[in-house]
């Protein structure tokens, strides 16, 4: 799908984004790069690395954003940046009961330590004024999903996180939001939390626009805040949903 922006965008400058070897990351990603930035990927697959570098103009770190040396060193690699993505993440359904606490602790810790991580390993090499931070949330970090309790948990701190660091950061000229995507079709937490047509069509009918997000509408989101068009915007916790955040979460389909 063709970007809705004017060309060139993000011309001569840098971006650096986690997660970036598949699903929502990787489609932020490319279209940071159609709009002309130098674009790094991290990722914990060399294989996935390798393939996306040979789809599009990037650079590749293998490293587990867990590991906050690992993580820095492939951050100073990069380079001094303009724009950060921090959009690792972790899921598999369970309740609680059905989830034991290295489950509960491995999401945890890829999505909110993995975040801090990033982020401060990050800040020097930021270029200042004007640097973006962005981390890809979800709608569970305020609406309670069955199922879910770790993620919920993860992504309410990758909010606060991200708010606080929009506070203490501001000064500097550092703008942090976050956006909390609803369900996205063609990414792997729609593969595992929704593998049948039943439940697909359960949680599709709690999206008051009636559909599912594209990977590049949650892509444009990102553009937008990494843009101009949003220099006075930060500590924002952007939905990008559907309207799926005002239903209840057992409008959402129970992995229970």
């Known amino acids: 799908m063709p970007s809705t922006f004017r060309d060139n965008l993000l011309a001569g400058q840098s971006a650096y984004i986690t997660g970036g070897s598949s699903g929502i990351c990787l489609g932020i990603a490319q279209l940071f790069a159609a ?15 390798d393939a996306v570098a040979a789809s599009f103009a990037c650079e590749t770190f293998a490293a587990d954003v867990r590991d906050f040396a690992a993580t820095a060193a492939c951050l100073q690699a990069f380079g001094p940046f303009d ?48 640097a973006r931070v962005i981390s890809i949330s979800a709608t569970h970090g305020s609406v ?29 000229g550092v703008r942090v939001n976050v956006i909390a995507p609803g369900p996205v079709d063609g990414t792997e937490g729609m593969r595992r939390l929704m593998p049948t047509p039943e439940a697909r069509a359960t949680t599709m009918g709690a999206v008051p626009l009636g559909r599912f997000a594209e990977i590049n509408e949650i892509a444009e989101a990102a553009l937008f805040l990494a ?30």
């Open 83 to 130: 724009i950060l993505v921090c959009g690792a993440a972790g899921n598999f359904p369970a309740p609680v009961l059905g989830m034991s606490a290295n489950g509960f602790k491995a999401v945890i810790d890829i999505d909110l330590l993995g975040t801090f991580n990033t982020c401060r390993a990050a800040y020097d090499l930021l270029r200042k004024p004007g």
């Open 35 to 49: 709009h002309g930035a130098r674009v790094g990927i991290q990722g914990r697959s060399q294989a996935k690395l």
């Open 144 to 172: 309670p999903y069955e199922g879910q309790a770790h993620v919920c948990a993860a992504k309410a701190g990758v909010d606060m996180l991200n708010r606080v660091l929009a506070l203490e950061w501001g000064a500097a």
């Open 227 to 256: 843009s101009p068009a949003a220099a006075y915007i930060t500590g924002a916790v952007l939905p990008v949903d559907g309207g799926i955040s005002l239903s209840s979460g057992r409008a959402f389909h129970s992995m229970t």
